[in-house]
């Protein structure tokens, strides 16, 4: 693409550059044609043609070289550069990079070049080691003075950097690139600024790789910014500061991975500052503001409180529960802003005792927490005790009390339609009102209320219920549901991801499928619902898979038809299951037989760590007498295993047998004739006959019946030699030659279904034919000793 030229010229024949009253970022149309071309070109792709795409970002560079900071005042032409930086290298984006420092003042603080120049600066630590790469020695210099000149522009105007809308996005983005450590885009960039990018992306993905050498050449430049942002920081207004209050995060993060003490001596100071750890017990018991530090009911100051726990070690988050949390955590629960560093809490709790403190502190208030519709907190408190197995039936002990539920127990039968729905047993049912229907004559008894629609708090936390250990009276309560109930469940946006649980019983999955019967197509035809029902078929095994493909071959076209259906009818292949039943359960049983298969391969892993370590275990603290009998037991066990694979391969070595006996009966006394009159030869067949008979179990002439095989390992073949030593002998590649040209004859299917009245009959038939190869070999071979012996004679 030809370079173009930027500046307008007006009827007046002066430029945009030399007008004073022309508005920044207005642009000619021309120059805004160029751009969208250039946005264009990039969304197309140039079909993996580098060349091409070579010279098209050499000629925008070189256009940018001269117009770039104008171009990037454009709301435009911004976005459209920072699209162009994913498809650069960092070889292209130096001389724009040396251009912006020129011009700090501008495209610090501009509203849109300040967001050109963030998102250049997340190349720079690519753009300083292609820098070393560079031979020319005078322009590592100029490029190493524009990183210093930034840095000192920082640091010179960090008062007003630090709290400015754009230009402290900009000093994010900056200490990022020196402290070389990857920070979240949410701390970086604003939620509008995140969302644009989505609008901007390429198939070309942005990649930032930290450089060693820009943190290490610079790394007393970013301690200097990281100390005086700190001496410049008001914590009474800075940290309830949106501009400021992100940055802070940002040295935060950065301090945590690569200077730990230094972010211990931060963490301290904050703490101090805004004194987090006070408790005010003089004030009343009402007064939940004063109750609790300003920085925790800030919109903007409770994000970093959370960071602090999400920064924390096991010890400093017991710490900040002991002095934050504690006598004060109903405060925090119903507090509107305050709630969500309480649900952060049980997002970070990994140790069982601490998750006892907090369920023993939080159940007397959740039926008060659920009023307030903090609902959250309950949610996150069932994820903690699922992840750290801690009291799991206290909680739901706690929580059917909190929707009236738990007493009487019939009661407790209910608890899903009512946490699914969260409304309480008496809002639900309203057992008053039906009987003064009832009474009246306008309501029947029988008549209950169905649930409708679920919420999506409730789905979580049924969710998590129904991933505990035990799970029983939640899975019942669910199969208690009606089937008009239960096919709203499916087909409802939220509850049919609680459909989606598979650590229920096998006896509740059955039960369940029951009720469904007779009503699949109504969910099939459902969007959310053939999602779910989808879900259902991938973990039902093969005869509830038949019982499925039955219900909904009854209404086929209705289901072809359907633009949800369809897909189903087509990922459960109905039509083969309608025309040919049994090539399509021979088809659902080799794919759950491949799905279970790599199910316990990757279960057998974690299985086997666990085994080694329980053993490891029992070494340490069992006698060594007790090892010793552990050792026979092993022995023991090996030689079984050993017996069994010599009974599976005798077994193979048989049927082959017997396959090859049938085809022709000749075929032994072929081989014998073609056997070549050699000593060495007649020594391999020796060891081969040998084999065979040691795989079959059968006895050997040559070696004495006191010599046995002691293991047997997978994956070689035990071969005893004429002087009757055990040795290991080559790899089964023969036996499985042998197997392959067996199943290649097509008789191998006939052979295994023979009865079991017939294989004694063909058994004896093997060995005779056996015992006649025998002998012609070990005639053979006696005339082929004859045979050397005479012609030693003769020579």
Not at 255 to 273: E, N
Not at 345 to 368: A, F
Not at 752 to 765: A, L, P, W, Y
Request: charged share 30%; with cysteine.
């Amino acid at each position: 693409m030809p370079k173009r030229k930027f500046y307008h010229v007006d009827r007046h024949g002066s430029t945009v550059h030399n007008d004073k009253k022309a508005k920044i970022g207005i642009l000619s149309e021309d120059v805004m044609s160029y751009y969208r071309n250039v946005s264009s070109s990039l969304e197309n792709g140039f079909d993996d043609d580098q060349d091409l795409k070579e010279e098209f970002l050499t000629n925008v560079y070189n256009t940018l070289r001269d117009e770039g900071i104008q171009v990037s005042q454009n709301q435009t032409v911004s976005r459209i550069l920072e699209v162009l930086f994913s498809h650069s290298k960092p070889s292209h984006m130096q001389d724009l990079f040396c251009l912006f420092c020129r011009e700090l003042t501008v495209v610090v603080f501009d509203r849109f070049a300040s967001h050109v120049f963030q998102a250049l600066i997340q190349y720079l630590p690519a753009m300083y080691d292609e820098r070393d790469k560079e031979d020319n020695s005078a322009w590592q210099k100029s490029f190493h003075e524009n990183v210093q000149t930034l840095c000192g522009f920082m640091e010179s105007h960090l008062r007003d950097v630090m709290t400015h809308t754009y230009g402290s996005h900009v000093l994010r983005s900056f200490l990022e690139a020196l402290g070389g450590v990857h920070v979240k885009e949410d701390v970086v960039r604003s939620r509008v600024s995140r969302g644009q990018r989505k609008d901007n992306e390429t198939t070309a993905q942005r990649e930032k790789a930290m450089s060693q050498a820009l943190t290490a050449a610079f790394q007393s430049s970013f301690k200097d910014i990281t100390d005086k942002l700190v001496r410049l920081c008001n914590f009474e207004d800075h940290l309830a500061d949106q501009n400021f209050c992100p940055v802070l995060q940002t040295s935060m993060l950065i301090l945590h991975k690569t200077a730990p003490d230094q972010y211990k001596v931060l963490v301290d100071t904050i703490i101090d500052k805004t004194r987090l750890f006070e408790n005010n017990e003089d004030v009343g018991v009402d007064d939940v503001a004063n109750r609790l530090p300003d920085i925790v009911q800030n919109e903007v100051g409770s994000y970093l409180v959370e960071l602090l726990l999400s920064l924390a070690s096991e010890s400093q988050l017991q710490e900040l529960y002991n002095k934050l949390f504690k006598k004060r955590i109903i405060y925090f629960a119903v507090h509107p802003i305050a709630n969500y560093i309480l649900q952060k809490m049980l997002s970070c709790v990994r140790q069982s005792d601490m998750m006892e403190e907090l369920l023993t502190d939080i159940k007397p208030y959740l039926e008060d927490i659920l009023a307030v519709n903090h609902i959250g907190i309950v949610t996150k408190l069932a994820e903690a005790c699922r992840r750290t197995n801690t009291g799991q039936e206290d909680f739901l002990k706690a929580l059917m009390g909190a929707f009236h539920c738990l007493e009487p127990e019939d009661r407790q039968k209910k608890v899903a339609p009512l946490l699914a729905s969260l409304q309480t047993y008496e809002v639900f049912f309203n057992p008053g009102q039906n009987q003064a229907e009832t009474k009246e004559g306008e309501k029947p008894a029988s008549s209950m209320p169905l649930l409708k629609a679920v919420n999506i708090h409730g789905s979580l936390m049924l969710q998590q219920l129904l991933q505990f250990q035990r799970t029983q009276q939640v899975a019942s309560s669910l199969v208690g549901l009606t089937t008009p109930e239960l096919v709203s469940l499916c087909c409802d946006r939220c509850g049919s991801h609680i459909v989606d649980i598979r650590t229920v019983l096998e006896k509740n999955k059955v039960a369940f499928l029951k009720k469904l019967q007779g009503s699949y197509i109504n969910i099939a035809c459902n969007r959310n619902g053939s999602r779910c029902l989808e879900n259902v078929w991938n973990a039902s095994a093969l005869k509830q898979k038949i019982h499925i493909a039955e219900d909904l071959a009854k209404n086929q076209e209705r289901l072809e038809g359907d633009q949800w259906g369809r897909f189903l009818y087509r990922n459960f292949a109905l039509f083969k299951f309608s025309q040919r039943r049994k090539e399509w359960m021979d088809v659902q049983a080799a794919s759950s037989k491949k799905k279970q298969l790599i199910k316990d391969i990757l279960e057998g892993s974690s299985k086997k760590s666990r085994k080694k370590k329980d053993k490891r275990h029992e070494n340490e603290t069992q006698p060594s007498s007790v090892h010793q009998v552990e050792n026979l037991d092993g022995l023991d066990q090996l030689e079984g295993k050993a017996s069994k694979e010599i009974e599976v391969v005798q077994g193979k070595e048989l049927k082959s047998e017997a396959l090859s006996a049938k085809n022709s009966e000749g075929h032994f006394s072929a081989e014998t004739e073609n056997i070549p009159h050699s000593t060495e030869q007649s020594k391999k067949r020796k060891r081969k006959k040998e084999k065979k008979r040691l795989v079959r179990g059968e006895g050997s002439d040559d070696v004495t019946e006191s010599k046995e095989v002691a293991t047997f390992k997978s994956g070689h073949r035990i071969e005893q030699t004429e002087e009757g030593n055990i040795v290991h002998n080559k790899k089964h590649k023969k036996l499985k030659e042998q197997e392959k040209m067996v199943s290649g004859t097509g008789k191998l299917q006939k052979t295994q279904n023979v009865d079991r009245k017939d294989e004694n009959q063909v058994e004896e038939s093997i060995s005779k034919k056996m015992k006649r190869k025998k002998k012609e070999k070990d005639s053979a071979a006696v005339e082929a000793e004859c045979s050397v012996k005479k012609k030693k004679k003769k020579v």
